[in-house]
């Protein structure tokens, strides 16, 4: 409408004037002196924690505003970032885990970004040559015991899966389910790690017949089965992190010196997890997306990570607290499956045992 009354040469400045408009820099908001800051959005799962004081340092050096959008579980939050492919809901998505890396590789969401601060992380860690995912952090998943509850009973605990299935052992253990948890899932891996594909459904079956409680989640077989930490549960015995001990001794704000729980650690029982990141295709803020990365992998980010997520950091320049040194003891010889194999079989392992220990 507006053209059909103005003179075309009126009309050609005017467009101008639009169009320089609308090319110029965001309007700096009064009494600032720069342009007002972007906003970087940070795509991960509910577990995702990091301080206050460790954001504002990458805002302040960014001019960037950092939104934190958690998506339910990891799992939950990837589906979310693969159905919005070409349209992504975020920038950066960080916590697709080795159990999931490869699926999440395949479906095409991810930018190349081969980070200078991978220098610093080790090679074993670093499980995408294109670095697409690029590895932040790490955990391990085990067995936690009630310390007490041993000793009271007079019975050691535990000291290999197979001691699992032992008559001494009958009705101490709670598990999680791993199609509904992640911890779930990871122990399960380690038990076809350790055993092999052609025998660990024969061990779970020993372990049914042994009355293994199956819990639905994490949360639940800590908190309300486990007899140990805070925990007012029955069962000595449950699937949880080897940075448990030391979380407990944190959280207690300084009424335990030394965790009520301790780890079970034999070789090749305990299934290393690791986090990536990485950046969506499709981002607007591509460069400020791989700042991100960079500060993620950097020790001052690295150092942060601890305590707020209770696992170990990625850069191995990076300083461990030291209640990490003293109460979350690394295992020696962790079990591992390659990425690709655990993405082929996943389902099937998961599809056989619930027929075997749910049913």
Not at 142 to 167: G, H, M, R, S
Not at 266 to 279: L, N, T
Not at 287 to 313: G, H, N, R
Request: overall charge negative; glycine content about 6%; aromatic content about 10%.
């Amino acid at each position: 409408m507006l053209k059909q009354f103005l003179p075309t040469s009126l009309l050609a400045v005017l467009l101008v004037v639009l169009t320089v408009a609308a090319c110029a820099p965001a309007t700096t908001p009064p009494g600032t002196s720069g342009p007002a800051p972007r906003i970087l959005t940070i795509m991960t799962h509910d577990s995702f924690a990091a301080s206050e004081a460790i954001i504002k340092q990458f805002e302040a050096a960014n001019n960037a505003t950092v939104k934190i959008l958690k998506a339910n579980d990891a799992g939950s939050a990837l589906n979310q970032a693969i159905l919005s492919k070409g349209n992504p809901l975020a920038d950066v998505f960080f916590g697709v885990d080795n159990t999931f890396l490869s699926r999440a590789l395949n479906s095409g969401i991810f930018e190349p970004y081969p980070s200078p601060l991978l220098a610093d992380i080790p090679a074993d860690l670093q499980l995408d040559p294109e670095f697409r995912l690029l590895p932040v952090d790490f955990g391990f998943v085990c067995l936690n015991y009630d310390k007490q509850w041993f000793a009271d009973k007079q019975i050691p605990a535990p000291q290999t899966l197979e001691d699992l299935v032992k008559p001494a052992y009958k009705g101490l253990l709670v598990v999680e389910n791993p199609a509904t948890s992640s911890p779930g899932l990871a122990f399960l891996l380690a038990s076809i790690a350790h055993f092999g594909p052609d025998n660990y459904l024969a061990w779970w079956q020993g372990l049914r017949a042994n009355d293994v409680l199956v819990s639905d989640g994490w949360e639940d077989a800590y908190y309300t089965q486990f007899s140990g930490s805070s925990g007012k549960g029955p069962r000595p015995l449950v699937v949880s992190y080897a940075t448990s001990p030391a979380a407990e001794v944190y959280f207690s704000e300084g009424a335990l010196t030394t965790p009520l729980t301790g780890n079970i650690l034999p070789a090749g029982a305990s299934f290393r997890q690791i986090e990536f990141a990485g950046i969506l295709k499709g981002t607007p803020n591509r460069d400020l997306a791989a700042k991100w990365i960079d500060f993620m992998l950097s020790p001052a980010f690295q150092e942060d990570i601890p305590l707020q997520m209770f696992v170990y950091p990625a850069n191995r320049t990076a300083r461990l607290p030291d209640l990490f040194q003293q109460f979350a003891l690394l295992p020696e010889t962790p079990a591992s499956l390659p990425a690709e194999t655990i993405s082929q079989q996943r389902e099937a392992w998961l599809d056989a045992w619930t027929t075997a220990v749910l049913r």
